[in-house]
């Protein structure tokens, strides 16, 4: 590109330049700068722009973080959730064991019962 800028303004001084003929041999002296010249503008648009991407890229940055400490937040919640389930799933088994043996002793204790009144009344029948 600067090759091109500085081929390109030779090319136009050559055109506009007057030429001094010292026998038959035309010369003409061209500098051009090695650096491309900028205006102020223009490195100021520059550093804005440099700016602007350090910007999002420093935003970029934060919403990863964000999200992963989102991410652990709801992995943590989640078996902390799941190990008091489990724990509260395990205690209603048990009480409910609990309760089916309790009520397996009433019921045959009040067979029992039964069972010893109807052999008491049989026999003051039977012997009476």
């Given at each position: 590109?600067?090759?091109m800028?500085?081929?390109?303004?030779?090319?136009?001084?050559s055109?506009?330049l007057?030429?001094?003929?010292?026998s038959?041999?035309?010369?003409?002296?061209?500098?051009?700068?090695?650096?491309?010249?900028?205006?102020?503008?223009?490195d100021?648009?520059?550093?804005?722009?440099?700016e602007?991407?350090?910007?999002v890229?420093?935003?970029?940055?934060?919403?990863r973080q964000?999200?992963e400490?989102?991410?652990?937040t709801?992995?943590?919640?989640?078996?902390t959730?799941?190990?008091?389930?489990?724990?509260?799933?395990?205690?209603?088994?048990?009480?409910?064991?609990?309760i089916t043996?309790?009520?397996?002793?009433?019921?045959?204790?009040a067979?029992?019962?039964?069972k010893n009144?109807?052999?008491?009344?049989?026999?003051?029948?039977?012997s009476?």
């Open positions: 590109m600067q090759k800028l500085a081929l390109n303004l030779a090319a136009n001084l055109k506009s007057l030429f001094k003929r010292i038959d041999h035309t010369r003409v002296f061209v500098t051009s700068a090695t650096r491309p010249l900028q205006s102020k503008k223009e100021d648009a520059a550093d804005k722009t440099k602007a991407a350090d910007a890229k420093d935003g970029a940055k934060e919403v964000t999200c400490f989102m991410r652990d709801v992995e943590t919640t989640a078996k959730m799941g190990k008091a389930t489990k724990e509260a799933t395990e205690k209603v088994t048990e009480t409910a064991e609990t043996e309790k009520t397996k002793g009433t019921a045959s204790g067979w029992g019962m039964a009144a109807t052999e008491i009344i049989k026999d003051k029948v039977m009476k």
